[in-house]
């Protein structure tokens, strides 16, 4: 394993021959000597140091155990962002874009003020900003760590106008109302058994569990929604791919018009939104 191209083919120790095994692998490398996938092709008769082949075969190891690629890193790519992610946080997934993608069509006031509960690494919030430079964006979570890793990415993607507070939902906001607010909370069923499938293992039970078949956050967000809007403002919610009709049933009995469930590109019914009048 001393030359790039030799140390690429143990990717199938993570999961055989697969395309993702050696994207992975490359993801590692890339990591260990500083360098982008380009490089890799370019020079795979390149040497490894001894301390480089140790550091790759030690992150081979690990994510052969199921560690998830983004916590090896310390970060994910989202949207036009680079982001710092760690086992406090769930790893920013490419669905949750199409949230994003929706949000940006809505006809908002210029300034619009937008709240994301349960940010995560600000992730939906930090994108938002990045898209609307006069909105006036605030995120929180109900973690001190997850808010200050959330700061962090604000720094790091030179968004520090983004407002991030330690709130429990709408605990901080109790006078406060929104044109738009977001949210991805947790939605996936205590008994789900995908929890102990793959990088959910590894991601916090706090971020992903709610009680009532996963509804509960959801529940909770959708009703509280309905004070902290103006007229005519919107709430959208990322939910699991079989809560579509429960979500619409939600905002329906809570007063929400112009409802609609939004596919992610697995074709699954994934972000529901709703407009108070």
């Known amino acids: 394993m001393n030359t790039i191209e030799t140390a690429l083919k143990i990717h199938s120790l993570i999961d055989g021959d697969s395309e993702s095994a050696l994207f992975d692998a490359e993801l590692l490398l890339c990591h260990v000597l500083g360098c982008n996938r380009t490089y890799l092709r370019t020079w795979p008769e390149k040497q490894l140091s001894s301390d480089q082949q140790t550091q790759y075969s030690s992150l081979i190891n690990l994510r052969r155990e199921g560690q998830p690629v983004a916590y090896l890193l310390g970060r994910r790519d989202f949207w036009t962002l680079e982001l710092f992610v760690s086992p406090a946080t769930l790893i920013p997934r490419p669905d ?11 006809t908002l006031p210029s300034d619009a003020s937008v709240l994301d509960l349960g ?6 919030a930090l994108s938002l900003a990045s898209e609307r430079s ?9 973690f001190s760590a997850v808010v200050e890793l959330a700061q962090k990415n604000a720094e790091h993607n030179r968004l520090e106008r983004v407002d991030i507070v330690c709130s429990s939902w709408f605990e901080m906001f109790e006078n406060d109302r929104f044109h738009l607010i977001v949210s991805n909370p947790p939605y996936i069923d205590p008994q789900d058994p995908h929890l102990t499938q793959g990088d959910l293992r590894y991601e916090p039970v706090s971020a992903l569990v709610a009680q009532e078949q996963g509804m509960a956050d959801i529940r909770h967000i959708v009703q509280a929604s309905v004070k902290h809007l103006y007229v005519d403002g919107w709430l959208m919610i990322e939910h699991g791919y079989d809560q579509g009709g429960l979500v619409r049933n939600c905002f329906e009995q809570c007063g929400f018009e112009q409802i609609k469930t939004i596919c992610d590109f697995g074709n699954n019914e994934r972000v529901t939104m709703g407009q108070m009048k």
């Open 96 to 106: 949750t874009e199409i949230l994003i993608e929706h949000a940006l069509e809505l």
């Open 119 to 124: 940010t995560g690494t600000g992730a939906i």
């Open 134 to 142: 006069n909105w006036q964006v605030t995120a929180c979570d109900a």
